[in-house]
């Protein structure tokens, strides 16, 4: 039986926040310079290389990359013979959100309910969803998500009839409708299947999902090559001033579904995709 | 590209001379407000209450800024997205208000209200340090409950932007893309 303490969750929690906000991660950094190289419209090339910039700049000043650091999300990946002591995963991992938005001069973005609207002023709480596993495998999987591009993502239950065609054009209503909104070269993650709530879960981890990633399905794969060529070929370009480079890459989850139903989930991420995964 | 240099408040002049598509350093003073500070500046406007600053001539950012940390000048200060400002902005164009920065498409009214008055710029989302170092000096001059919605007066220095909706109606949201496009259609 793995045993993880409390107050480790809330360290990790803590200092991943803190990477989050200040560390590009390297898979889209990488995609983002190997693009540049392929723009060939002037005023993209510049917004790029401003991007560029700007990561190296949060980078070496711990400095946060964006003003929006985000709500936190953690998918919690918890074997069945880890066993927790000291306090809930959740509490744990709340406090670790207060303790980095603060000590990090993170923006604090949390409002209590959408009615209300008041600020909780540290950050939390943060949205946290369980996957329980065999063995004792204790995996957290962060994201700060930024809500330009969440407000853009869209979830629609098509009928059988609609297809693989009527999904490929959702999705590209979906990104010619977020336009320079999401904050373009965009990461387009897709739930495709299962149920409502399932197909907005798989949207998600698409979304977070590392752009560096081959999908090992081979269907999806192909599908997530000729859906980023569509889009790439609908000009929008970084920052919706035209070019080519739109979107880093097309990230696709699938699962079973029903004999009515074809469900299917967009959720946009911006190129300030922030992602950190921490294996206890 | 080479990128015009200008200088707050805007001018008539200044303000003429700008076209869609054109790069911009701006400097001098200019004031943040985001969705919460708009709200109050219309109610105060509807209270026949006077407005927290002179909007006169002057440009609003659309940031809410993150905290700024001990030794540094500001905090990371990139633009929100527009749209949610829509239905407050015809009236501070009323009020003299010339120019917005922030990022993504206006509603059709907000374009309607700015033709030969103001013009909206973008700056470029998500590139927060960088813009967040062009800022000199900030200072909160009104809604200090707000927190990062607060409205700050910033003295900025060549802060990076790019002319969307000039005074003429130009749009460079429809004319970027639809150029590149056109470009690629001729090869």
């Known amino acids: ?280 | 590209m080479s990128k015009i240099q200008i200088n707050t408040p805007l001018s008539k002049d200044t303000l003429q001379s700008l076209k869609a598509g054109d790069q911009v350093l701006l400097s001098g003073i200019i004031y943040t407000a985001r969705d919460a500070a708009h709200a109050r500046l219309i109610a105060a406007l509807d209270n026949n209450e006077t407005l927290p600053f002179d909007i006169k001539d002057q440009v609003i950012y659309y940031v809410g800024p993150t905290p700024t940390k001990p030794g540094q000048a500001f905090g990371s200060a990139g633009p929100t997205t527009s749209y949610r400002m829509d239905a407050y902005t015809p009236r501070l164009i009323e009020e003299g208000l010339v120019g917005m920065i922030g990022k993504g498409k206006r509603s059709q009214e907000v374009k309607d209200a700015m033709k030969g008055k103001a013009i909206y710029f973008a700056a470029v989302g998500g590139a927060a340090a960088l813009m967040g170092k062009c800022v000199v000096s900030a200072e909160v001059i009104a809604y200090d409950d707000l927190g990062a919605e607060a409205i700050r007066k910033l003295e900025v220095k060549d802060l990076p932007i790019i002319v969307i909706n000039d005074l003429l109606g130009n749009d460079l949201y429809l004319s970027g893309q639809a150029a590149y496009l056109e470009s690629k259609g001729d090869k």
């Open chain 1, 1 to 280: 039986m793995k045993k993880v303490k409390y107050q480790e969750i809330v360290m990790q929690t803590k200092i991943a926040c803190l990477k989050m906000a200040y560390d590009l991660p390297e898979d889209v950094q990488a995609k983002l310079e190997a693009m540049r190289l392929e723009e060939d419209a002037i005023l993209a090339q510049e917004m790029l290389d401003i991007i560029i910039e700007n990561a190296k700049i949060a980078r070496l000043e711990s400095r946060p990359m964006c003003q929006d650091t985000g709500m936190v999300i953690c998918f919690v990946k918890m074997g069945q013979d880890v066993q927790i002591e000291g306090g809930s995963i959740e509490a744990a991992i709340n406090e670790g959100v207060a303790l980095g938005y603060d000590e990090g001069f993170l923006r604090k973005s949390v409002v209590n309910n959408p009615i209300d609207r008041i600020n909780t002023k540290n950050n939390t709480p943060a949205v946290v969803h369980f996957e329980v596993v065999e063995g004792d495998d204790f995996i957290l999987e962060f994201a700060a998500k930024g809500f330009g591009s969440e407000n853009m993502s869209q979830l629609k239950m098509f009928p059988p009839a609609a297809g693989l065609a009527g999904v490929k054009e959702f999705v590209k209503k979906v990104v010619i409708e977020a336009g320079p909104n999401a904050c373009p070269p965009i990461i387009v993650g897709i739930g495709l299947g299962g149920t409502f709530e399932k197909c907005a879960l798989m949207a998600k981890k698409a979304a977070i999902r590392s752009v560096a990633d081959v999908n090992p399905n081979e269907t999806l794969a192909q599908l997530e090559a000729e859906l980023l060529t569509d889009i790439n070929e609908l000009g929008i370009g970084p920052q919706g001033f035209g070019g080519k480079t739109t979107c880093l890459k097309v990230n696709i989850e699938m699962y079973a579904t029903h004999i009515a139903g074809l469900p299917v989930a967009v959720n946009i991420n911006c190129h300030a995709a922030r992602h950190v995964k921490v294996v206890f």
